[in-house]
């Protein structure tokens, strides 16, 4: 149904961006919480005009913007992140040289092009979400304006982004050329038609697939991460390790899973993808092995874990990739924020041997530090075990067993660095004297929240499950 509704909780979005900007350029105060204040609240109105769109099938620009049951449920956990990023980075931006108003427009303007890229069928439209979303993000990257790694991370993060964006583009040309069509509908009746131009449709579609591996961090194109998650503010790593990962996923998703039900799941894009998701889990988890710098251990683990969800494109499995996103989003904000916990004014502990007897001297972000990286690793009864367990068994049942071999061997190699850090908190001396900023309630509510969802969904999923179920059958 065409509605004017479709494109409100959109507008809320950026209208809330441009208001902050515009504060902040005229205002001038020292204290940015109004702004974080200002930001929480458009996303509150965001997810009640999403909540209410729920069911509604609603669509604008003749279909070009599409609230289905699956973009809403994205738009769902993008809030959620977003809000759980602002609220770890009130205390942070004042604390470590990041002062700046900006990084709350950024956000909502980065939030802005993660929704247009789940609402829409169209490359068109997806191609501009992920430039509004990828110009944002240089920004925030670069947000520690006297940091030189902030700032190198910033610039390569924009080299390799536009490198990625030109293979895009590049792509989605050739797939114009041949198919005469740039909707997901459109190019999968292209190749179901089998034409004799069908190869270099394939061309096309391996270059737009090779567009987004660079943005998902997929090996080898994967070379931008661990310097961008090691130089930007750590919240906003936070925020690079799900936003775009998950948005990119979502588009994969929508364009895979009927090109593989039209009978392409043995062909050589199929393969390729096989071999680049069994690379990427083995490359991710054997290179963090050897990472001392927590962050760029996490950008590590982050590359192998979008080697696991690629499993589940692969899979044609929806409500396991969605499960999967739900489920890493709290684990991964909470990670960073432990780290986050464990920092004071001007410094921040991102060094394995800073963690040492962190556990005893302060025990309440210590244990719970503890369960997310369990849940990382893949124990149970965290939700890090139920995620690959559904994936997993979902690629089994689709004839990917040696795949998912090589992913459970993968997952074994991870449980030494991740358990590497618990032992580091409750088994060595410390190396140095580390003190940290106690007071930061916003921080710690985000870590109760992050905690609970870990525990919560790996004990009882069932309520979101049925969410997703829903909202599975729009994505496919």
């Known amino acids: 149904m065409n509605s004017f509704g479709a494109v409100v909780p959109l507008l809320v979005v950026v209208g809330a961006a ?91 303007l980065a ?13 068109i439209v997806i191609f501009l979400g992920l430039e509004v979303l990828s110009v944002s993000s240089y920004s925030l990257a670069g947000l520690k304006r006297k940091d030189d790694k902030s700032s190198e991370s910033a610039v390569k993060y924009f080299l390799m982004g536009s490198f990625a964006s030109a293979f895009l583009v590049f792509g989605l040309a050739i797939l114009f050329g041949t198919a005469q069509a740039l909707d997901i509908p459109g190019l999968v009746d292209f190749f179901k038609a089998g034409p004799d131009n069908q190869v270099l449709g394939v061309v096309g579609l391996g270059l737009v697939l090779v567009g ?36 990119g996923f979502a588009v994969l998703i929508r364009l895979l899973a009927p090109y593989w039900n039209a009978g392409f799941r043995s062909g050589k894009l199929f393969g390729f993808l096989w071999a680049l998701a069994a690379l990427t889990m083995l490359a991710g988890n054997l290179i963090a092995l050897r990472q001392n710098n927590i962050k760029r251990m996490f950008a590590y683990s982050s590359i192998a874990y979008a080697g696991y969800m690629l499993i589940a494109v692969l899979a044609g499995d929806g409500a396991g990739l969605l499960f999967f996103l739900t489920i890493y989003m709290f684990m991964s904000i909470g990670a960073f924020g432990s780290l986050i916990a464990l920092s004071r004014k001007g410094r921040e502990y991102n060094e394995l041997g800073d963690f040492a007897g962190v556990g005893f001297k302060y025990p309440w972000i210590g244990a719970i530090f503890a369960v997310f ?53 409750y088994m060595r001396e410390p190396e140095r004297e580390v003190s940290i900023e106690m007071e930061n309630p916003a921080l710690y509510l985000v870590l109760f929240l992050c905690l609970y969802g870990v525990l919560q969904l790996g004990l009882f999923p069932g309520n979101v499950l049925y969410l997703i179920k829903q909202a599975v059958a729009a994505l496919l």
Not at 111 to 123: E, K, N, Q, Y
Not at 229 to 237: D, F
């Open 18 to 108: 441009l208001i902050v900007f515009l504060l902040e350029a005229f205002l001038k105060k020292e204290n940015k919480n109004y702004l974080a204040y200002l930001s929480l609240l458009a996303l509150i109105g965001c997810g009640i005009l999403s909540a209410n769109a729920w069911n509604g099938g609603l669509t604008y620009f003749d279909g070009m913007l599409r609230l289905d049951n699956a973009a809403l449920f994205l738009t769902f956990l993008f809030l959620i992140a977003v809000a759980f990023v602002i609220l770890i980075g009130m205390k942070y931006i004042s604390l470590q040289d990041a002062n700046h108003g900006e990084f709350y427009g950024l956000l909502l």
């Open 373 to 425: 990286l369990l849940s990382l690793a893949g124990f149970p009864p965290t939700a890090g075990f139920l995620a690959k367990f559904y994936v997993f068994v979902a690629a089994v049942n689709q004839g990917l067993t040696p795949l998912v071999l090589i992913a459970v061997l993968a997952s074994l190699i991870s449980v030494y660095y991740y358990l590497r850090i618990i032992v580091y908190m």
């Open 212 to 247: 987004f591996a660079f943005k998902i961090a997929i090996v080898p194109f994967h070379m931008w991460a661990p310097d961008v998650y090691e130089g930007a503010p750590t919240p906003v790593t936070a925020f690079f390790s799900i936003g775009p990962k998950a948005a």
């Open 111 to 123: 939030l802005s092009g993660l929704m247009i890229m789940v609402s829409s069928t169209h490359f």
